[in-house]
């Protein structure tokens, strides 16, 4: 071979440059509808366009780098309904019993629509074991209708729940939960009434359980007119509802099911005027100045298909009755019901919907505002025969306030990176990697905890799909490499970065469709709620009432999914290869290269054009054992091949040819 440096070969830049021009005047269209130039075409159009002008639009038309948050603010709260919803599980356990005890202890309501939070508690917190208790308060017929309950296999439950509140329910037909509320002259909500007379008429056409309920309630209530800081009261009412929800029949709350009466004048001022934010969220059951709420609520994962489900009314009550409006003239109760002196100091009280947080064990918290007529799901558990189930199916807000700012210095992906690396081979991937490892274990339920409350921002879904890239292409290029030299074939690497662009933008987009629907299966297959009532709970949940600790985290599923796209492409470079076996590379390291060895292959002879002769040229004797300032410790030796400082350097691990002694480079 002649010394580039002669005179023979001072133009052999020029004569490659015509041999090139050689090869291309005789290529046809065709060259260019191949698969290896339409992937090509698609790789680069990735890595210098798609890529760049996706973080440009990111960065400038989002809050990305100003005020974006990784969980929704409160200002974008939504409503949500999922039956049996495992975000909300719970249960009573040791609360099973005779029906008789529950049945004595819906006596407390003696006809009354209310009961004291204190008195309720306290009765109802006892155990279900008959010998603490007198029956003597039930008549004989009572106690024949608790026997009948107990033989037709309704379930009775009393008891301190695991989300901590004092519970009666009886769970039966809709005829058992009508025979209850008769035989005990129980105060239930005359539309609530019509709603199980309709359920016993349509019993065959959506067949479900029905439930009565005892359990406390906070309520509300003004000190002072045109004042929105109200004070707070818990008390209890009774709710009656169907285990399905979209079973609920639809009945109208107006004046033919029963009238009204003028409780307390007002003399022009509206008690309603100015109210917390959280009695603005939820529909109630009376007329008000309150900014009409929709009882139909969008579903998902209902037991018999259902699009949307009629949500209970909250209510309001006024010396222990049920108001049925409040406008400039006063507050309207139910005509058939006569005042308590013992409530009526208390005013206006109104239903408050209940905020209940769900944390991840790092701390994290969505915060649910759900309706607090609580409805559920009842289920027996075959590992716990003493304990009830219960999934709650509630309409839900979800929101939360500014955690911290998604590119909040180094526990961020710091994208600019992702789309900057000259090294072909990865010498600092391994950086990459490290990087967006971190952030990922960080962050893991974070991001859990917002795909399975469908609460991410824009920004967070964007953090993810730069996250699986990054992690996807460090990784998978890293166990590729091969050892020692750390080469990396080009046909797997134009077939992996070609998948990378198809990859990402696939994960984006599936990210996006589901950004406001809960995913369901990571709590039912990937993650455990726990109350902090439990034994469990309190281990994990500190101060939280209850917390969800993930089986997997973030990490381990993208780096399963990289693995399975790892795969596919090796596949796939495979066959290529040998779809067109004449085809040849030569791809060598930088540490070949700084170890002084040249290595050149053939190519294919086209259209006349000359074939490079393989050659090697060598520098000097390669030293087996380096001198001791250069030996490399084993992290060096094992994982990288080259000094740690060099991961640092520009990187040479690029393909290329060998023309005359001199490396053609190819990007």
Known sequence: MDDPGSGEGKNWAVEYYHQQELVRSTQGCRTLLKPSVLGACLAVAGRILIGPLALLLL???????????????????????????????????????????????????????????????????LGPTESLYDFSVLSDEALALAEALDASGAICQSGNNEWGSATNVVTGTAQEVMNVIKMLNLSVAPQMMRELELGIEQAEKCVTKWNMIGITRLFQYPTTAGDAKFAKIPAVDLNVFP??????????????????????????????????????????????????????????????????????????????CRVRAVNTTGVYIEDTCEISNHWEIYGLMVHSPDDIPLCSTSG???????????EWVNYMTADR????????????????????????????????????????????????????????????????????????????????????????YSFINLVKARSGDQNLDRHFRLVWETMQLVITISVGATLLSVQRTPIVSIFSKNAEVLRKTSSRGAKYCGLSDSCVLFTHNMPSVV??????????AILTSFFVKKLSPKVK???????????????????????????????????????????????LTSFEENCLGAPFKRLFRDCEDMAYVMYNGKKMYHS
């Open 59 to 125: 960065f400038c038309g989002t809050e990305y780098l100003s005020g974006g948050t990784v969980l929704i603010k409160a200002d974008n709260s939504f409503f949500a309904f999922t039956e049996n919803d495992l975000s909300m599980a719970g249960g009573c356990t040791g609360c099973l019993g005779p029906c008789k005890i529950v049945l004595l202890k819906y006596s407390l309501f003696n006809g009354s629509a209310f009961v004291n939070s204190p008195d309720f508690k306290a009765f109802v917190g």
């Open 243 to 320: 285990d399905y929800t979209e079973c609920r029949p639809v009945v109208a709350n107006d004046d033919s099911l029963v009238g009204s009466k003028l409780a307390l004048a007002t003399n022009g001022v509206d008690l309603l005027s100015k109210v917390p934010e959280i009695l603005t969220l939820f529909p109630y059951s009376f007329t008000s100045s309150l900014a009409p709420v929709s009882r139909v609520v969008s579903a998902s994962n209902t037991n018999y298909g259902a699009s949307t489900v009629l949500e209970p009314l909250l209510r309001a009550y006024y010396g222990a």
């Open 364 to 374: 994290v918290c969505i915060h649910n505002y759900y309706n607090s007529l609580w």
């Open 385 to 472: 025969p003493d304990r009830i189930g219960m999934n709650l199916n509630t309409s839900v807000v979800a929101t939360l306030t500014l955690l911290y700012q998604v590119m909040s210095h180094k526990r961020s992906v710091l994208l600019t990176q992702i789309w900057a690396y000259r090294c072909q081979n990865g010498r600092m991937q391994i950086v990459y990697l490290a990087q967006i490892s971190y952030h990922l274990i960080y962050n893991s339920d974070l991001y859990m905890l917002g795909l399975a409350t469908g609460t991410l921002t824009g920004e967070s879904i964007a953090n993810l799909m730069c996250c699986f890239f990054a992690f996807s």
């Open 559 to 568: 780096t399963v999914l990289s693995v399975m796209l790892g795969v596919a």
């Open 585 to 631: 590379s030569a791809v060598r390291s930088a540490r070949m290269s700084l170890a002084g060895t040249y290595v050149t292959r053939s190519t294919r002879d086209i259209a006349g054009a000359k074939v490079i002769d393989a050659s090697i040229k060598t520098k000097g004797p390669r030293k087996d054992h380096p001198a001791p300032n250069d030996q």
